[in-house]
């Protein structure tokens, strides 16, 4: 697990990374979809690792080891909810989250239709989406009107386009608002 501070995301205490690279929303292996401004692909890159989706079972055991009550982000070098990760995935996280039930876990993804097939959640997972174009904007609100999880949020964050002002408060309760970081970023 890495520490906040390590990874510069301030609502959580750490991250955990049980997966680690992508196809972007909507891409496949044979089709990738990466977002432009992907900090995971940057990282990656930087340190000459590969992109590929990739299954680190032995990350499962690390939240175990914190005992104090913390904020553990799930998946920061990954989509989880990718329809590329193997369901068999997410049910072996799905047990590291119950097994750990001192600790908050946070979930977000960019292809929410999927999160609605892991109903109920733990009462300690905080389900999330990214929406950083109007285009995504209804379908997010709408898969995650359906989790059932005590706490479902979005994420802005980039905040690419304007999104006006959605009515929110039937789909999730927390909502994050941020610019995009590193090199070439804009403001939203």
Same mark, same amino acid.
């Given at each position: 697990m890495n520490k906040n501070g390590d990874h510069g995301i301030n609502w959580c205490d750490y991250t955990v990374n049980p997966a680690t690279g992508c196809y972007g929303p909507g891409?496949?292996?044979?089709?990738?979809? %990466?977002?432009? &401004?992907? &900090?995971?692909?940057?990282?990656? %890159?930087?340190?000459?690792?590969l992109f590929e989706p990739t299954w680190h079972p032995d990350r499962l055991a690390e939240p175990a080891r914190e005992k104090r009550p913390s904020k553990i982000f799930v998946g920061s070098m990954t989509d989880l909810f990718g329809a590329w990760t193997p369901v068999d995935w997410i049910s072996q996280v799905m047990t590291m989250v119950k097994r750990n039930p001192q600790h908050v876990f946070q979930f977000l993804t960019k292809n929410p239709k999927r999160l609605p097939n892991f109903n109920p959640w733990p009462d300690n997972a905080w389900v999330g989406a990214t929406i950083d174009i109007r285009a995504r904007l209804e379908p997010t609100l709408e898969a995650l009107s359906k989790v059932q999880a005590l706490v479902r949020f979005v994420s802005f964050e980039p905040l690419n386009e304007d999104m006006g002002i959605p009515e929110l408060a039937s789909a999730v309760e927390w909502v994050i608002v941020g610019a995009q970081t590193g090199r070439n970023a804009h403001q939203p």
């Open positions: 891409g496949t292996r044979e089709q990738p979809k %990466l977002c432009d &401004y992907c &900090y995971a692909l940057e990282n990656a %890159l930087r340190y000459k690792r």
